[in-house]
């Protein structure tokens, strides 16, 4: 029974992972970036919409078709995989190859148009990863599959992606248990050397006052 909860809280975990809905507000040159931890070879698909913010009527509307997104997506090495113009309302797709935090940043090519005028432009982001990605409605129409094989296909897909979570946990563990043997090691280190100082400056101290009571005939 307690294994069965912590396997759901486990399943539970990966979900919420894998699916993010959220909206902020941006200005006219501002710049948001997001950091998603994604396991190596996982589809990621990124939902958005702008809303304009109207003065007269206190309220978001949304934002017209000259009002654009430019988005950029950046892998753990810094490597830049997306960078793409899309309008003010759209989808972006890419797949990871590194397992990592992947930078996801969005601005506003707004500065163009009068119409912005230094105001508030906010946007709606879901981000889905994995197989969450997939619109199985579709799959199942394309590929004529009935409901039976179609739920067997999103059993093997979850499976793959917890494989994956799975892997890019262990990735993290290694990881982090070699920083630690290098700091360790990195410590142990700079002791000994604190060590070897000390006991040079001990002897040249020692040597320095037998010198001092020498030259004054004390010894």
């Not at 997001?34 to 509307?61: S, V």
């Not at 899309?86 to 935090?101: A, W």
């Not at 889905?128 to 009935?146: C, F, M, P, R, S």
């Not at 040249?204 to 037998?210: A, G, S």
Request: charged share 25%; aromatic share 12%.
């Amino acid at each position: 029974m307690q294994l069965s909860i912590v396997f759901s809280a486990f399943l539970l975990n990966i979900y919420y992972n894998c699916v993010s809905s959220l909206y902020f507000h941006i200005g006219e040159t501002e710049k948001k970036c997001f950091i998603e931890e994604i396991p190596d070879e996982t589809m990621i698909i990124g939902n958005y919409r702008t809303q304009l913010y109207d003065k007269q009527r206190e309220e978001y509307l949304p934002a017209t078709q000259g009002l654009g997104m430019f988005v950029e997506v950046k892998d753990p090495d810094d490597k830049v995989i997306l960078s793409r113009q899309y309008g003010s309302e759209g989808r972006f797709t890419f797949t990871s190859h590194t397992p990592g935090e992947h930078q996801i940043c969005l601005h506003s090519n707004s500065s163009k148009f009068s119409l912005f005028a230094g105001g508030m432009l906010r946007v709606h982001l879901d981000i889905q990863v994995g197989e969450h990605a997939n619109n199985y409605a579709e799959i199942a129409a394309k590929d004529k599959l009935t409901e039976l094989q179609l739920r067997v296909r999103q059993l093997v897909e979850q499976v793959d992606q917890i494989q994956k979570e799975q892997n890019y946990q262990r990735y993290r563990e290694e990881r982090f248990r070699q920083t630690s043997e290098s700091t360790n090691q990195r410590v142990l280190w700079w002791s000994i050397v604190q060590t070897l100082i000390l006991v040079a400056i001990g002897i040249w101290q020692m040597r320095h006052l037998k010198s001092f009571f020498e030259a004054k005939k004390l010894v």
